[in-house]
């Protein structure tokens, strides 16, 4: 019997990102320490489907169905190929965006009493939303952009004049719940208004229009509970073809952007940023582990723009370099965020959920 822990990297979803989950997996399932883990690859189809892998990748179809045991006695996966029950002993959900980061999925581990890396169901819910990340971090005495929001309901009733008014020209407006620049538009101008607003409410029922902030774009890993750590920030220099950091920047043009690791800025504002980035982490109920991303006005303001829970590991992505920056490797580091896990899933079984009056 081995003596290792069995990790299930579960990615995938029914998510606009998807493909970024896949990418994200790949690399913990080729960089987990494979001495200390036996990783275990599920992947959730666009569709819904809980599927078992023999290795990261984007083929669903004709592979063995799973389905979950309701049973805290006897936690795990039911293969229906062969009834095979699959035991993990930590799940390392790698899924970014809807039914995967805001809370579905981590609502769904948590009363199956399956310990899992990351944000619980409260930090994940709040986090996903930008509005309500947005209003507790103001309730928090956190800065943030100025900013306005509608409900799907409320359409018609949007006018660009009083978004302009409020907010200036240009303005931001974003789907409220989703991640990766997906339903995000950059407006100048009143032609761009009805575009922005059919493209936000495509993906949510929520639109939030920010002021657009001059200045660089940061961002600061956080890591740890009782005493969480930050990394120093890092900086994204998205290339003049581009209006924002967009989906396209992100993930399809090599030459978008230039990463800056460490950000090149002074002690006092790097002091400052790692400061707001674990108030903020605490403000959000996050746990584990998150990224930060932040703007650095140019009048030297710090303004917290989002948290992300699951944020990328892909070969691009900041989280990991930030703590590379540090010392920390990529398989150290999934080490790290592991017994981070299991440490504070020990902490709360001090927690009874059982009364007797």
Known sequence: MSNKLSVAIIYGGKSVEHQISINSAKNIFEYIDRDKYDPIAIGISP??????????DNQF??????????????????????????RPDIIFPVLHGTDGEDGSIQGLLKSMEIPFVGTGVLGSAISMSKLYTKRL???????????LTYDYPQKSEIKFEHVESTLGLPFMAKAA????SVGVVKVKSKADFKKALDEAFKFDNTILFEQYITGRELECSVMGNETPVASNPAEIVVSKNYEFYTYEAKY?????????VPAKVDASTVATIRELSIKAYKALSCDDFARVDLFLTDNGKILINEINTIPGFTNSSMFPMMWQERGISFTDLISELIAIALKREGAAHRITNQYQP
């Not at 569709?47 to 990261?56: A, H, N, Q």
């Open 47 to 56: 569709t819904g489907d809980w599927v078992l892998k023999e290795s990261i």
């Open 61 to 86: 179809d004709g592979q063995p169905q799973l389905a979950l045991a309701l049973s805290t006695t006897n936690k795990g996966f039911k293969n229906l190929t062969n009834d095979e029950f699959i």
């Open 137 to 147: 971090l103001e309730a928090a005495g956190i800065p943030v952009s100025k900013y």
């Open 177 to 180: 719940n989703l991640g990766s």
């Open 252 to 260: 399809l043009d090599p030459n978008a952007v230039e990463l800056h």
